[in-house]
């Protein structure tokens, strides 16, 4: 048996919107997720004194709540892409695979959004609000979300289309 052949042309706008998606999530890997910050200019020089690692943290130091939808995303819009033209698999169910994990992907994202601080530990956390100092987003769990938000609003309007 062999493996169909992808062809690009067949690829629909809500498949490459996926895989688009997917991609994005991808380069969200690589930005800052949470980021240490502060009003008072005395501590935010402190903090820029400090090791970039201590004050920035990127997508594996910042919990499963950020690695694990990026990876779902990627994986996600790779297998809508390349198998979404074949009747087979859209019949047994792909679009509805689709929608359940992108739906996942933002429901954990979602969850990472409320959880921020807990990859801090209580006497840390307890230290840094004692200090003035706020734990906040980084442009990488931003921009995840944005490919998870726009991943759910391909794959609904996939499984309405068919």
């Not at 895989?19 to 910050?37: D, E, H, I, M």
Request: hydrophobic share 60%; no cysteine.
């Amino acid at each position: 048996m062999s493996l169909p052949r992808v062809r690009p042309a067949a690829v629909t706008w809500r498949e490459w919107l996926g895989l688009a998606a997917g991609l994005l999530a991808l380069g969200s890997l690589f930005l800052p997720w949470t980021v240490l910050g502060a009003a008072n200019p005395d501590l935010i020089a402190a903090l820029a004194e400090l090791p970039q690692d201590d004050v920035v943290r990127d997508v594996w130091k910042a919990g499963f709540f950020a690695w694990f939808p990026a990876l779902v995303l990627l994986l996600t819009g790779f297998a809508v892409a390349l198998t979404g033209q074949i009747r087979a698999v859209r019949v047994a169910g792909l679009p509805q695979l689709w929608l359940v994990a992108a739906s996942v992907a933002l429901a954990l994202l979602l969850i990472g959004w409320f959880t921020l601080g807990w990859q801090f530990g209580t006497e840390q956390r307890a230290l840094l609000e004692e200090a003035g100092i706020a734990i906040g987003t980084g442009s990488g769990r931003v921009l995840a979300t944005v490919a998870a938000a726009t991943s759910l609003l391909a794959a609904v309007l996939d499984v309405r289309a068919r």
